[in-house]
């Protein structure tokens, strides 16, 4: 069974670069389904229609930025692991409020 990833990513290259790193792993048990939303909406409509295992989460999308980002997603989808993604440098008072956001453990 393949493990259910979403990417919530608007840049074009960066999706194309996660999934390249994807079809790069060699072990067939460790194989993975890509869905793709460009936007935390549409992402969120995913979830609500999809079963998803682990949600791949750019901070830096048109309609949501920063901890906001993790904040609406988490809203809808509680139980579902984030993993962020972000180019950005984050200061020190940042990184502490990202660290105290919400997460969930299985």
């Not at 079809?23 to 609500?48: K, N, R």
């Not at 791949?56 to 949501?64: G, I, N």
């Amino acid at each position: 069974m393949k493990l259910q990833l979403l990417l919530i990513d608007d840049n074009p290259a960066d999706v194309r670069l996660v999934r390249e790193v994807l079809a790069e792993t060699p072990d067939e048990a460790a194989a993975f389904e890509l869905h793709w939303a460009g936007g935390l909406q549409s992402g969120i409509d995913v979830l609500a229609q999809t079963p998803i295992d682990l949600v791949l989460l750019d901070l830096s999308l048109p309609e949501s930025q920063g901890l906001e980002t993790v904040q609406r997603l988490h809203a809808h989808a509680p139980e579902t692991p984030v993993v962020v993604l972000t180019g950005c440098t984050m200061s020190e008072p940042r990184v502490k409020r990202y660290s105290q956001a919400p997460r969930t453990t299985s």
